[in-house]
């Protein structure tokens, strides 16, 4: 039988477990299985970027997700930055509108972190705007799947072999050639949009 001082403590996790304050302890106790701890930047909470957003939480564990409206947060953070969200030749979709991609350059530009990767379709223009910023940028030159990606993401941040992964990613291509897959990632009208 629990004491009311067991009883009290295990109540006291569950909390620390339900509001997000958890990751901080598993940081504190090196559970999880990297090093790496990006910041993952949504651009609202459609199901494709949530599908990318829990792909991207299982590869990097300790990874914090804010909003894309934490500006302070994201240009004072020293690690890699994801910018997850629906993009195109004109910037990336928050909430109806659209952030340009030159207001994603300035903050870019000052920002402390050095490396960025943009999880979105059509998104290599932020890597021509910030081309002499000395930082580096990782973008999708064409129309990408979510999942396929996020995994793509994984293996350049972790530097590892394309083999690591490849059962996944053939995994993933299956389901979209069954058409079992949720929708693309990004402006695309056929479950055949691929990176």
């Known amino acids: 039988m629990l004491s009311q001082k067991h009883f009290t403590g295990l109540f006291f996790i569950g909390i620390l477990v339900?509001?997000?304050?958890?990751?901080?302890?598993?940081?504190?106790?090196?559970?999880?299985n990297t090093v790496i701890s990006p910041l993952v930047v949504q651009f609202g909470d459609s199901v494709e970027k949530m599908a990318a957003i829990v792909e991207l939480k299982s590869n990097f564990p300790r990874a914090r997700v804010v909003d894309f409206s934490a500006y302070h947060r994201i240009v004072s953070f020293t690690g890699p930055i994801i910018y997850v969200?629906?993009?195109s030749d004109s910037g990336i979709q928050y909430y109806g509108r659209t952030v340009s991609w030159d207001v994603l350059a300035n903050m870019i530009r000052i920002s402390k972190a050095n490396s960025y990767y943009m999880l979105g379709c059509e998104s290599s223009i932020i890597t021509e705007l910030t081309q002499n910023t000395g930082?580096?940028?990782?973008?999708?030159?064409?129309?990408?799947?979510?999942?396929?990606?996020?995994?793509?993401?994984?293996?350049?941040?972790?530097?590892?072999?394309?083999?690591?992964?490849?059962?996944?990613?053939?995994?993933?291509?299956?389901?979209?050639?069954?058409?079992?897959?949720?929708s693309p990632f990004g402006h695309c009208s056929s479950s055949r949009c691929l990176v």
Not at 18 to 32: K, N, Q, R, W, Y
């Open 18 to 32: 339900m509001s997000g304050v958890a990751p901080v302890l598993a940081d504190t106790f090196e559970i999880s």
């Open 85 to 87: 969200g629906h993009s």
């Open 135 to 182: 930082k580096t940028i990782f973008s999708f030159r064409q129309k990408v799947d979510a999942i396929v990606s996020a995994l793509t993401i994984k293996l350049i941040i972790e530097e590892k072999p394309m083999t690591s992964v490849m059962s996944l990613i053939l995994s993933r291509f299956s389901q979209i050639l069954e058409r079992n897959a949720p």
